[in-house]
């Protein structure tokens, strides 16, 4: 066997070295050094034939030592002189029995100064002879008989040679034995305590460590009996190397081996790493003292201490070194190795023979391979699982340990995040430049923490992650105490009370910093993973957990399975429940955070920019990308949409909204709510609600903000989008925003019913969705943006100080309609046109009569609410508020008989007959200001109006004769006379034409002659009609019963009536009434004096109502015969001398 090599690894083995040949043997005792492996009586479990074998073998060796001193019993290094101070101040009385103990005793001391030279040298001499003697082999057969036979590559090993012990320690940790592991053990403390012990390691190493200068490899420069120095000095040039450190020396890969070798094989107990066991033994007293040794567990007591604030210096440095090994090499770590060797093997994560066997060492490699067939559900055993979660959560406290992110991340560590290396804060603090909240980051560091993230794999138990552990501990103990404490749904908890009050600031952004990662591939997050993997198997052709293919990159894999949870429409290709329920999750959670979402940060960085660059504020950078939709970049604007589509099917998908929206939720939509498929209908609940008392600012800025995003496309509202799309398609193609796509199917249907169709072209379910929309829209002005467009100025002239919602401003502006500009004065009439033909578009209307129309209109259609409320105006049940809102629309119907569709129906041919005129001067969208109405009352005076026009008239008339207000005339042309004739009249809470009656009284003292002409028409109405003049038909009511019963109501009859009976001697009226009608009498007498009949039917009426009618008709009868006798007397003259000329 030339090489010491017997496995693929290095094997470490006691051989002879013939460079090591003693040359100061007789000056420094060498001739006097026995060495003896065990003394007979004190080695533990080294009775019988074994102790007298050691003992023959340290005769031997004493024999090659030195010929002067041979006894008879076994040579003791007590029996030295040059050691005898020192084992005396150093050593206890009872281990001078037993050379090993000593040997232990001398080697283990912190400083080489402690021991004297020569001394130093007899234990180098000493140890050297002891493992280079092949005899050596004769005890291991004694001592290890049993295990030698269990352990076949051992068993093979050809004795003499002295490889029989080298592969005992090399497979140390097989042996049962309890005698042959103490042995074993022994001897590997000897070998570890000098890197020149290890056979092969000084002629691998040899140029690295001069070129490293990592120490003397000469037993005459430097005669130590300790150099676990330059193993470590090894060790950090090998980390240096695979971080690409500047300046770092590349080390031949067989001193790689052997360093790794090293490390491997004293990973079981911290006393064989001579650096770290001499850098930490002070920390391991400190924190490990009730530690046993063995079995890698001080090293794992002393990681868990790494961050205290008492741990030294430099025991950390050395700790982390040896980290850094084991994330090079898992088998540095001997609990992990051992606790998870079956697991390896069984989930063949050591096979792979397409990968370098470097790679396949890695760490990284063995925890995702590992992680793999945990998310796939199968058997890892716990030891190991346990093992894994020690080594992930060390990943996640010391960036350090990834030379990924030394390597790729130097700039911004060095730029963001320097003095923060403790417990995680730099590799979060990396977290956060890598959300771009702290500047631009470098796209290797990213990929570097994204591979991390994957390896540590926090997800799965939030613990891992130390920092975001502390940060939310309190949250956890409070928000999520319902939880199983490491359950993967505690981050989906800490996600759900993101932007509450019980989450912390801190918590928050560690919170966030974590999840940017996750949600950039979907396998971090272990429950979406485990339900949704055989749907994207099935339907994203996705691999294994810890594999990736180009062609579906792990960040597009949830941008698959949503297009399948929302967009296929194929039955096959739909998701199964729960993995649908687990993409709604995740939609959820994403909404908090526009940066949560990759697809939409990427596509959208620079409109984000552009933009948003000052929205701070938890979801207002998407509310913004939102608000400036028809700004951003087409590759922007499409996530967008999608986005914004996707709200409008399920707003549940808006936390903050919701929890905004709660109290509302509760109590109006918590039917909806619990519906596991929203579908649009918990919004479109809020917007029915939206000014509820139970409505705050923050859900009604929100469902408002929603409203004002639908209208922007019509697709944004799910339930008008499902319901009229095909509608849309077939009469309002190309047409993208909402409110235009509204207008045109409303104007569709509104011509259909106009027109009479036989069959309406828009269909049931859309007018029925289309009605919904429509009553929205009248809400708030700035959902219809051509009417907000219009009337912004106004709006910031008339109504600064009314607050938009429940249409406030609407309403405003109706109000102030006469200050109105030219373009807002005529929207407003074109909307009030909308809403007296639809009542139901009224949005104040039907919001202050909600009651009212539930009272007295519940059979009547949508279309007849209003007339139905004015029938009903003036009952006892009648609430006031809703009274003064019927009176507000009555005003506005009488400004213009476009706005009365009832009037315009029926005096639909009298219009142009009459008023023909007035219709010529008139423009379609503003107001006529009462002037066809006036036109057609006087012609209802003159009785010359079909029967349903006079019937409208009527009403008209009555209504306006109780409030001055409904005649808008009236109103212009009487509005200074009122002030000054009748103040008292006008100011009265409830009018019942007290106002009228007090114009008509002191008509002689009215100046204006326009105003004293509208008076005057209202007598000559009221002669047409006595239920137009309500003071005297009031107190008249009585004698109208008794004497005019039978006399039907309407031209002039009634009164005729009641005149006549006035002038009958042998009838006595109500003196109420007597003296009313006297005054109207005297009043006709004064109009007809003041504006003489205007034609032969005015002046028919004026005789008619006239109190001398008898009389002047006798006398027109009289004038009437008398001119037909005198023609019958002139014809008879005429035609007797005509005929005489003939006789000529």
């Known amino acids: 066997m030339a090489d010491c090599i017997r496995v693929p690894l290095l094997l470490i083995f006691m051989c002879s070295l013939p460079l090591f040949h003693?040359?100061?043997?007789?000056?420094?005792g060498l001739a006097k050094a026995r060495p003896n492996a065990a003394n007979p009586q004190n080695q533990p479990g080294g009775a019988g034939q074994a102790a007298m074998n050691v003992g023959a073998a340290e005769r031997n060796l004493g024999a090659g030592a030195s010929a002067q001193r041979k006894r008879s019993a076994g040579w003791k290094l007590s029996d030295e002189a040059v050691c005898r101070d020192d084992l005396t101040r150093l050593c206890s009385k009872e281990s001078w029995n037993n050379n090993l103990e000593l040997l232990v005793c001398l080697q283990d001391k912190k400083e080489d100064t402690e021991i004297a030279p020569d001394c130093n040298h007899l234990l180098w001499n000493y140890k050297y002879n002891l493992t280079t003697d092949p005899k050596l082999e004769s005890v291991a057969v004694e001592v290890c008989r049993s295990t030698i036979s269990e352990i076949k590559e051992c068993a093979a090993e050809e004795l003499g040679k002295g490889y029989l012990v080298s592969c005992l320690v090399d497979h140390r940790s097989n042996i049962s034995d309890y005698q042959c592991n103490q042995y074993i053990t022994k001897m590997a403390t000897i070998v570890f305590s000098d890197y020149r012990l290890l056979c092969g390691f000084m002629d691998k190493c040899r140029e690295d460590i001069d070129a490293l200068r990592c120490g003397s490899i000469s037993t005459g420069e430097k005669d130590i009996h300790?150099?676990?120095?330059?193993?470590?000095?090894?060790?950090?040039?090998?980390?240096?190397?695979?971080?690409?450190?500047?300046?770092?020396?590349?080390?031949?890969?067989?001193?790689?081996?052997?360093?790794?070798?090293?490390?491997?094989?004293?990973?079981?107990?911290?006393?064989?790493?001579?650096?770290?066991?001499f850098a930490c033994r002070e920390d391991r007293e400190r924190f490990c003292a009730n530690t046993l040794a063995g079995e890698g567990r001080v090293y794992k007591c002393l990681f868990n201490h790494k961050f205290e604030e008492a741990m030294s210096e430099r025991c950390r440095e050395a700790l982390t070194t040896r980290q850094k090994l084991i994330a090079q090499d898992y088998k540095v770590s001997y609990s992990l190795a051992k606790a998870c060797k079956s697991d390896l093997r069984k989930y063949r994560c050591s096979m792979d023979s397409g990968m370098p066997r470097a790679r396949e060492a890695r760490l990284s490699y063995l925890l995702l391979c590992l992680e793999s067939a945990v998310h796939r559900g199968r058997v890892v055993s716990g030891e190991c699982q346990g093992e894994m979660m020690d080594y992930r959560r060390m990943l996640m406290e010391d960036f350090s340990l990834s030379p990924e992110i030394v390597l790729h991340c130097r700039s911004e560590i060095e730029g963001?995040?320097?003095?923060?290396?403790?417990?995680?804060?730099?590799?979060?603090?990396?977290?956060?430049?890598?959300?771009g909240d702290m500047g631009a980051i470098d796209t290797n560091c990213q990929r570097a923490l994204q591979n991390l993230i994957q390896e540590a794999d926090p997800g799965a138990d939030y613990r891992i992650d130390r920092a975001l552990n502390e940060a939310c501990e309190s949250v956890i103990q409070t928000a999520c105490k319902h939880i199983r404490n490491g359950d993967p749904m505690i981050l989906s908890c800490l996600m759900e009370h993101l932007y509450t009050d019980k989450m912390v600031e801190d918590c928050e952004h560690r919170l966030l910093e974590l999840q940017y990662f996750i949600a950039r591939d979907w396998k971090?997050?272990?429950?979406?993973?485990?339900?949704?993997?055989?749907?994207?198997?099935?339907?994203?052709?996705t691999q294994g957990w810890n594999e990736t293919s180009e062609m579906m990159p792990p960040g597009a894999i949830f941008s698959c399975l949503y297009r399948h949870a929302y967009r296929s429409v194929e039955q096959g290709r739909r998701l199964s429940r729960d993995c649908k329920v687990e993409v709604h999750r995740i939609l959820h959670q994403r909404a908090l955070d526009v940066k949560l979402d990759p697809e939409l940060q990427r596509r959208c960085m620079t409109d984000l920019g552009k933009w948003c660059s000052e929205k701070t504020e938890a979801g207002q950078e998407l509310e913004c990308l939102q608000d400036h939709l028809e700004d951003l970049v087409s590759d922007c604007r499409n996530v967008v949409g999608n986005l914004t589509e996707l709200e409008s099917e399920d707003i549940q998908i808006?936390?903050?909204?919701?929890?905004?929206?709660?109290?509302?939720?509760?109590?109006?939509?918590?039917?909806?709510?619990?519906?596991?498929?929203?579908?649009?209908?918990?919004?479109?609940?809020?917007?029915?609600?939206?000014?509820q008392k139970e409505m705050n600012d923050k859900c009604s800025?929100?469902?408002?903000?929603?409203?004002?995003?639908?209208?922007?496309?019509?697709?944004?509202?799910?339930?008008?989008?499902?319901?009229c799309k095909e509608d849309v398609l077939k009469l309002c193609p190309n047409i993208k925003k909402k409110v235009d796509v509204v207008i045109c199917l409303s104007t569709t249907v509104r011509n259909d019913t106009l027109q009479d169709a036989k069959e309406q072209r828009?269909?049931?379910?859309?007018?029925?969705?289309?009605?919904?929309?429509?009553?929205?829209?009248?809400?708030?002005?700035?959902?219809?943006?051509?009417?907000?467009?219009?009337?912004?100025?106004?709006?910031?002239?008339?109504?600064?100080?009314?607050?938009?919602?429940?249409?406030?401003?609407?309403?405003?502006?109706?109000?102030?309609k006469r200050q109105l500009t030219q373009r807002c004065h005529q929207k407003i009439f074109k909307l009030q046109e909308v809403e007296m033909v639809d009542p139901e578009l009224d949005y104040q209307l039907m919001r202050v009569c909600k009651h009212m129309i539930r009272r007295f209109c519940t059979e009547s259609e949508g279309k007849n609410v209003l007339q139905c409320l004015k029938q009903n105006k003036n009952s006892e049940m009648m609430d006031p508020k809703c009274k003064q809102m019927i009176t507000k629309r009555q005003i506005t119907q009488n400004t213009d008989y476009r706005l009365n569709p009832v009037l315009r129906k029926a005096c639909k041919a009298d219009i142009p007959k009459f008023c023909q005129p007035i219709l010529n001067k008139a423009t379609a969208d503003s107001e006529l200001e009462g002037q066809v109405i006036a036109c057609l009352k006087l012609k209802y005076a003159d009785q010359r109006l079909s029967s349903d026009c006079e019937d409208q008239i009527r009403v008209i008339l009555q209504e306006s004769a109780l409030d001055y207000r409904l005649d808008p005339q009236l109103q212009i042309y009487c509005t200074q006379e009122i002030s000054r004739l009748c103040p008292e009249e006008a100011a009265a809470q409830e009018q019942t034409g007290q106002v009228e009656e007090c114009l008509k009284l002191n008509l002689l003292k009215i100046k204006k002659e326009d105003c004293k002409k509208e008076v005057l028409n209202m007598l000559k109405e009221s002669k047409a009609d006595i239920f137009v003049d309500p003071v005297l038909h009031t107190a008249c009511a009585l004698d109208i019963k008794h004497h005019c019963a039978a006399i039907p109501p309407g031209r002039g009859r009634q009164m005729s009536c009641l005149m006549?009976?006035?002038?009958?001697?042998?009838?006595?009226?109500?003196?109420?009434?007597?003296?009313?009608?006297?005054?109207?009498?005297?009043?006709?007498?004064?109009?007809?004096?003041?504006?003489?009949?205007?034609?032969?039917?005015?002046?028919?009426?004026?005789?008619?109502?006239?109190?001398?009618?008898?009389?002047i008709l006798t006398m027109i009868g009289a004038s009437v015969a008398l001119l037909f006798l005198m023609g019958l007397l002139c014809g008879r003259i005429t035609k007797r001398v005509t005929q005489e000329l003939k006789d000529r």
């Open 226 to 277: 300790s150099q676990g120095e330059v193993i470590a000095c090894l060790e950090k040039g090998l980390v240096r190397e695979a971080e690409e450190q500047p300046g770092a020396h590349p080390i031949k890969d067989e001193c790689k081996k052997s360093i790794m070798r090293v490390a491997e094989l004293s990973s079981d107990d911290f006393h064989l790493d001579r650096y770290l066991y």
């Open 654 to 691: 808006e936390a903050l909204l919701m929890r905004a929206c709660e109290p509302v939720i509760q109590a109006y939509c918590h039917e909806v709510a619990d519906n596991q498929i929203d579908s649009g209908d918990l919004m479109e609940c809020l917007a029915q609600n939206k000014h």
């Open 1060 to 1111: 006549e009976t006035l002038q009958d001697k042998r009838v006595r009226l109500q003196p109420e009434c007597k003296k009313r009608l006297q005054d109207r009498i005297d009043m006709w007498s004064f109009a007809a004096k003041v504006a003489p009949a205007e034609g032969f039917s005015d002046l028919a009426m004026q005789v008619m109502t006239s109190p001398s009618k008898n009389y």
């Open 762 to 816: 828009v269909s049931v379910k859309c007018r029925k969705q289309l009605r919904v929309e429509e009553v929205e829209m009248s809400e708030d002005i700035r959902l219809e943006p051509e009417l907000y467009e219009s009337c912004k100025q106004d709006i910031s002239h008339l109504c600064q100080n009314v607050a938009f919602g429940n249409a406030q401003v609407i309403e405003c502006l109706k109000e102030n």
């Open 701 to 723: 800025v929100g469902v408002t903000h929603f409203q004002l995003i639908q209208i922007k496309d019509f697709r944004f509202s799910y339930k008008f989008k499902t319901a």
């Open 416 to 435: 963001h995040c320097s003095g923060l290396h403790r417990k995680g804060r730099t590799l979060h603090c990396l977290m956060r430049v890598g959300r």
């Open 22 to 28: 003693p040359s100061r043997a007789d000056n420094n």
């Open 524 to 541: 971090l997050d272990p429950i979406l993973f485990k339900k949704c993997q055989g749907d994207a198997a099935r339907l994203c052709h």
